[in-house]
């Protein structure tokens, strides 16, 4: 076996997990928008918002059953 050096990832250091490209740089993922807090502030406005209509919802059909 000619070129085995006997190490299980030739290159790389004990501990080294980072991800790494094929030039050996750390690889970097695409921006996606991860960066505005926007949209989960709005989702979370938005539960809030169901969750209130839900009870109101409710708590009138409550009512209306008591009479």
Do not use: C
Request: proline share 6%; hydrophobic share 35%; aromatic share 6%.
């Amino acid at each position: 076996m000619q070129g085995w050096s006997g190490k299980r990832n030739p290159g790389r250091k004990a501990g080294d997990h980072r991800l790494r490209s094929n030039y050996g740089q750390a690889a970097t993922l695409p921006k996606t928008g991860e960066a505005s807090p926007l949209p989960m502030q709005l989702a979370g406005v938005g539960l809030i918002a169901l969750g209130a209509a839900l009870f109101g919802f409710k708590k009138k059909q409550a009512a209306q059953k008591q009479l």
